[in-house]
Structure formats: C-alpha cells, structure tokens
C-alpha cells in the first residue's frame, strides 16, 4: 500500500478562449435529424435559429406523425486556471 499527501489548491473556471465558438443546436428526439450548424454569433441568435429548425421540422408531415419532441445542445469550452503551480498542463488541440 502506498502512501499520498494531498493539498487543496485553489482552481478558478471561466470561459475557455482557445476553446471552440460557442454553439447551440437541436436535435431531433424523434429521428436524430440534427439542425445546421448556427451562422448567428451568440447565444440569441443561436437559440433563436435552432428553435427556428425545430418548428420547421414539426411542421412535416412525417410518416409516422408530427415530430415534437428536441434536445438542445449548447456546447462552449471552460478554461480551469489554478491560483499555484500543479504541474505542466496536457497538450489540447480545440475541437479534437
Ligand atoms: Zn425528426
């Protein structure tokens, strides 16, 4: 059995600048059919074009019936920054 000393080190989180853009999307919970990837910058804009594709696409008149039930996707990097050294960060490549 080994033994491990443990330190409480203090973290801050915030936004992640090098992360990829901020990014909402809806998917159908019916058939995965997925809404296009946003054009609008920010979340208004993003929101309102993916509720603006989930309208849309219960508007058809499917096969098997209306198609009414979405999730939505907000997807946006955070950045972790501890107050002291904890040792060398991994290598991160945005989107991979
Ligand atoms: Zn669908």
Do not use: K, N
């Not at 203090?10 to 998917?27: F, H, K, S």
């Not at 309102?48 to 499917?62: E, V």
């Amino acid at each position: 059995m080994t033994r491990s000393t443990y330190r409480f080190v203090d973290m801050t989180i915030g936004p992640d600048l090098d992360a990829e853009p901020y990014t909402a999307r809806a998917t159908c919970a019916t058939c995965g059919e997925q809404s296009p990837q946003p054009t609008a910058e920010g979340p208004t804009g993003q929101h309102s074009q993916a509720q603006r594709w989930c309208r849309t696409h219960a508007a058809i008149d499917h096969p098997g019936g209306r198609h009414l039930h979405y999730t939505a996707t907000i997807t946006y990097g955070w950045l972790i920054t501890p107050a002291e050294d904890i040792g060398p960060a991994a290598e991160y490549e945005p989107g991979g």
